[in-house]
């Protein structure tokens, strides 16, 4: 069975092969067209063992536009917790005829633990710390739509490297398609070794942002930033935070990018986050084709 783990288990080939894809399908959609046939006898379950909105919602809307039927289980109000275990959990979903599963979960590598475990395809929608392959898929693809290509590109991750599930798949599928990669943050929110992923360390924002291309802009996990980390979230916002005034200020337009939730004020201010600059939606509205021709590829492979 072919499953979604993470980036790091891509090739650039299967990178192109995802976009070619998302672009087929996003022209579907674009030509009013919401639902084709493609997965009808296919059957998705999305498991989700932490909070969603943008992910869970865009996957469920994939599966449905291309016909799939499907079951949506959060572990909030679940046999979970009565104590049942992740795979008897999937176990018991899958004895119920599903294909596909889509998780989300806090644990590191729970995705691929599950599938040396559970007989169905599994995509990671975000595991723990480790990585958020969809969210990388569709970063890239929209840097692609906006500046036609990602390779050559300068590209600057800002802020919680540490905890980023969302940066380490970004790096990974960045470094593929041959784009050049910065991250910038405080020290003590950047993984040491990260230079052995091929990316060089920048602590001064607008240094970064005089380089960049492309700045992503990742969430401050307020729930990860204590005190050990950084002295408080106003001065992460003074040094790390962008602004207007911080943009115009550079000799060239950039284009900035969010995975979302955003903390308004924080990490971003709303006149950036909603200026012309910002691809936010598109991320969003990109996230949807992306999945559909995830899914689209390894139903392929499990019919
Ligand atoms: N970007 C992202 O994963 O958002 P959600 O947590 O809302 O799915």
Redesign the pocket.
Known sequence: VNHLLGIKYLNKKDITLIFETADHFKEVINRSIKKVPTLRDTTIANIFFE??????LSFELAEKRLSADVVNFSAGQSSVKKGETLIDTVNNILSMKVDLVVM?HPNPGAGIFLSKHVKAAIVN??DGAHE?PT?ALLDSYSIREKLGDVSGKNIVIVGDILHSR?ALSNIFALKLQGANVKVCGPKTLIPKHIESLGVSVETNLRKALEWCDVANMLRVQHERMDISYFPSIREYTQQFGVNKQLLDSLDKEIVIMH???INRGVEITSDVADSDQSIILHQVENGVAIRMAVLYLLASKIQ
Request: charge should be positive; avoid cysteine; aromatic fraction near 0%.
């Open positions: 909070n969603s909105t943008r992910t869970r989300r929608a975000g958020h969210q969302v995975p979302g939730p």
